[in-house]
């Protein structure tokens, strides 16, 4: 079965300086990892997403994670946080083969950035 | 482009109460599905439907009932309100093999 752990709920981190968002997955298949983004009462957005090409993926606001199949790690990264970054990041990785693309999520990871 | 339309965004029932929340998509997306979003726990799958006629339960499927008449809409009732199902509902829309889902902007829900 699939799943993915979010090692830390909360990450604060000062404008200016890097960001980086840890998530573990598990996987009896090749996974599709994605990570998605949700700002206060909104709805949820796609950041980036691995579906086994390259293992550093590019994603929007300057964005990135890299797919580490030895150590079963998607982690997200951005070099220098912005205020507009705080949110709830969730990690998640595509369900089980087959046609119904069910996507399981990590808890989320609550990003404070301070000026 | 309006996407995966949800209504209402906010509502309060009482226990015991029925009512429905509305999903529609204009993408033209097979798959649909409803999610719930409690604090701290991610978002759980509800039901999901690979198509117009077609549903199946996702991990948390009690108290809940869903019907998929056409390709665009995809409601999700509650039978019986019960405090537990106070949460955040998300609709979500995505194409066969795709990878990446569509979500609409979310129902608040409040059972009192």
């Known amino acids: 079965a699939q799943s993915v752990t979010q090692l830390d709920s909360h990450v604060s981190v000062s404008e200016g300086t890097p960001v980086l968002l840890r998530c573990n997955y598990s996987?009896?298949?090749?996974?599709?990892l994605f990570w998605y983004v949700q700002h206060p009462n909104k709805g949820l957005q796609l950041l980036l997403k691995?579906?086994?090409?390259?293992?550093l993926v590019k994603g929007i606001n300057g964005f990135e994670a890299e797919f580490k199949k030895s150590e079963t790690s998607f982690h997200l990264t951005k070099p220098s946080a912005h205020m507009s970054d705080a949110a709830e990041y969730f990690c998640?990785?595509?369900?089980?083969?087959?046609?119904?693309?069910?996507?399981?999520f990590g808890t989320g990871t609550l990003l404070a950035v301070q000026p | 482009n309006a996407g995966v339309t949800q209504t209402p965004k906010f509502r309060i029932l009482k226990i015991g109460q029925s009512m429905t929340l509305q999903c529609a998509q204009d993408?033209?997306?097979?798959?649909m599905y409803w999610y719930r979003q409690d604090p701290g726990m991610g978002l759980k799958l509800i039901y999901y439907?690979?198509?117009?006629?077609?549903?199946d339960k996702g991990e948390v499927p009690n108290g809940y009932n869903v019907s998929r008449s056409t390709t665009e809409d995809f409601p999700l009732r509650l039978e019986l309100a019960a405090p537990s199902q106070t949460s955040v509902y998300f609709c979500?829309?995505?194409?066969?093999?795709?990878?990446?889902?569509?979500f609409g902007s979310g129902t608040r829900l409040t059972v009192v």
């Open positions: 979500a829309s995505s194409l066969p093999g795709s990878d990446g889902y569509t």
């Open positions: 996987s009896s298949y090749s996974p599709s």
């Open positions: 691995y579906t086994s090409a390259a293992t």
């Open positions: 998640v990785v595509s369900g089980a083969g087959g046609a119904t693309n069910k996507l399981i």
């Open positions: 993408m033209n997306h097979n798959y």
């Open positions: 439907s690979v198509g117009a006629g077609i549903t």
